[in-house]
């Protein structure tokens, strides 16, 4: 049976998933990502509250453990992200620093990015520069240390961008966000959007629109030709502006879903199926990521946890990594 990653390379797409530090310790995660998989992504390992939750010394121990995991076997990696640019994700101490002008905080990024981006280049071919940085029900831009001392988010992110490509001249460069089709606000795509032109109109080194396709499955009515219509027309306008995509955190939240597990399985793979058809028929999609192989390893089961208590199965391998429906669900649709 062919891996997802031939599958995909056929089509000139590259199949990955989410991996973190201790699943590097797990024989059996290793060799599913080995088997399926062509690129890796950091879970959190890149994330600057990792690298660096205090002014202090920088972390890279995590971030480049897995890039050696991916130099060692012959993958490639995603770098997520620079700038998470939300406070709720920020270091407390970003967060309390007042920078005493522009340059200041301009300054400060450049250190921190430069650093980060810089590494680990002959493996890491792409990076989320900036994540969600436009919230989800006005679609206005989230306010940070940062875009309070430089006059805006935009003015932050053109900056992130700069350096970046600066730091990491042969990545292609993402900013990364959640609005997703089937539950996403109008305002939020509108306000990605706007920034994505905005960016575009200034120049700012970008290459990519992240979709990250957390996806919120209620049941399969939820699936309506409006909302495919509107996101579609959001897509059109993203790709005609010359942007690539990346789905970047593909995975299928089952919060609403009946507990059966079979019957989950099923409409997890169906809706796998119609998304991924969707979204492969743009040839701009480049890279397709789950968020984790298998439901054991899925955030989803302690982020947000069923009300029933019972087990998510948002992921392509079950806990006991057998695949599910999902699995060739996404092996159909490549
Ligand atoms: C999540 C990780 O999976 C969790 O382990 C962590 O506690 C929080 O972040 N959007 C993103 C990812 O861009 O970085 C998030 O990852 C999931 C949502």
Redesign the pocket.
């Known amino acids: 049976k062919p891996s997802l990653a031939e599958l995909a390379r056929a089509k000139g797409l590259r199949v990955g998933s989410?991996m973190?530090a201790r699943q590097l310790d797990d024989a059996n995660y290793r060799a599913l990502i080995l088997r399926e998989c062509e690129t890796i992504v950091a879970?959190?390992e890149h994330?600057m509250y990792v690298i660096q939750p205090d002014p202090g010394p920088m972390n890279f121990a995590p971030s480049d453990a897995l890039a050696d995991f991916a130099r060692t076997n012959g993958l490639k990696m995603r770098g997520?992200?620079l700038v998470?640019h939300h406070p709720r994700w920020l270091p407390d101490w970003i967060n309390e620093t007042e920078f005493s002008s522009p340059s200041a905080a301009e300054a400060e990024l450049r250190r921190y990015i430069s650093a980060v981006a810089s590494r680990n280049q002959d493996v890491i071919y792409s990076w989320d520069v900036v994540?969600?940085a436009v919230d989800e029900t006005t679609g206005e831009y989230r306010e940070t240390s940062y875009s309070r001392a430089m006059g805006g988010a935009p003015e932050v992110i053109d900056a992130c961008f700069r350096i970046a490509r600066d730091a990491a001249p042969g990545a292609t460069l993402a900013y990364?966000d959640?609005m997703s089709w089937e539950g996403g606000s109008a305002n939020h795509r509108t306000g990605v959007l706007r920034l994505l032109e905005d960016l575009h109109k200034r120049g700012t080194p970008i290459d990519a629109l992240g979709v990250?396709s957390?996806s919120n499955q209620d049941m399969p009515d939820e699936f309506t030709p409006a909302k495919k219509r509107a996101w579609r027309a959001f897509v059109d306008d993203v790709t005609s502006m010359g942007f690539d995509i990346y789905l970047t955190?593909f995975d299928v939240n089952d919060t609403r879903l009946p507990p059966d597990p079979a019957l989950r399985d099923r409409i997890i793979a169906a809706y796998t199926e119609e998304y991924l058809g969707m979204m492969l028929e743009y040839e701009e999609v480049k890279d397709l990521l789950v968020?984790g192989m298998t439901d054991r390893d899925s955030?989803l089961q302690t982020?947000l946890p069923r009300e029933d208590g019972v087990e998510k199965r948002p992921a392509p391998y079950d806990s006991r990594f057998r695949p599910k429906p999902m699995r060739d669900a996404i092996a159909r649709a490549l």
């Open positions: 989410a973190n879970e959190n994330k997520h992200t998470w994540n969600e990364n959640y990250q957390h955190e968020w955030w982020f």
